[in-house]
């Protein structure tokens, strides 16, 4: 707040004309508005003309002119019809609202309950997350052949393989496995059409964590395109299996595309020479205790010396 009251400060000192005119006008506004709020409240004043007149007539006749006379000393009322005409236009916008969402929300299920692709879409979501939960799911859905419906689950388990239950994370990965979405990406990496299908499809098998996946990178490591080698070499730097360091050496020696840069080829060696021969996760089953332990530091040094021998 000081430090707004100081910028205005300054600012009227930088500009007095225009605040000096601004504050003039307010005030104007402020005693207009005032004196109208007096003449509104003041009674208003009967001329000396009908005064004289009044005196001329009866007494029937002067109660009927003094009565308006004083109905305009009083306070203003309301008539009961104008009260309720403002609260009706209170209350209307609200209504208005309310009565547009409960149309949206007819329209929303209208359109879904016409538009049978939604339908399937709404259904394979609850059964994935049925499946991702622990829960018990269709099966014929989850495992169906048509390519839209695999399309859909493959991205709700990736995204639960990705995220922070574990819990979850095994329950996609098994799924993963079982219903053939491992099959799927390993063809899709081998034969696919388009590059970026190849890529995506190496990258889906890192986020698994499974060492089947190891030679299907190992030979989209010769993939004529720098972005899928590009991918399988870090979904081999994810995966850290010692088996695919021969192929990252030859790799080294070959690779001449700057996007696919030799530091990041020899990272992923490192990674794969450095991590236990165990540490791999598996989709077979839960790991057991002894899986845990760190390997000797016998097997780190074998490793490191078939990276220099190689």
Sequence with gaps: MKERINYWILLAQLNPIPVV?????????????????????????????????????SKPDTVSSVQPVSKSKSAPEVSPAVAEMTTVAAVAPRAEADVEKVEAARNADANLAGDPRRQRIAQVNEEAQKLINGGTYDENLIGSPNPETRQLVGAELLAAIVG???????????????????????????????????????????????????????????DPSPDVRRAAVEALMDLRDPAAIGALNS????????????????????????????????????????????????????????????
């Design 164 to 222: 922070r239950s574990a819990t979850r994370r095994e329950h996609a990965r098994t799924a993963f496995m079982k219903h053939g979405y491992f099959d799927d990406a390993t063809r899709d990496l081998r034969i696919a059409d388009s590059a970026n299908e190849r890529a995506a499809a190496a990258r889906r098998l890192s986020f698994v964590h499974d060492t089947e996946a190891t030679p299907h990178l190992v030979g989209a490591l010769e």
């Design 21 to 57: 005119t601004g504050a003039v006008v307010l005030l104007l506004l402020i005693a207009l508005l005032l004196f109208q709020r007096r003449r509104s409240k003041s009674p208003r004043r009967v001329p000396s003309g009908s005064t004289k007149s009044t005196k001329s007539k």
């Design 251 to 310: 790799l080294m020696q070959t690779e001449n595309d700057r996007k696919v840069p030799r530091t990041l080829i020899k990272h992923a060696i490192d990674a794969c020479a450095t991590a236990p021969l165990n540490e791999a996760p598996s989709v077979a089953g839960p790991k057991s205790t002894s899986d845990t332990l760190p390997e000797p530091a016998s097997h780190q040094i074998e490793t490191e010396r078939e990276v220099i021998e190689l």
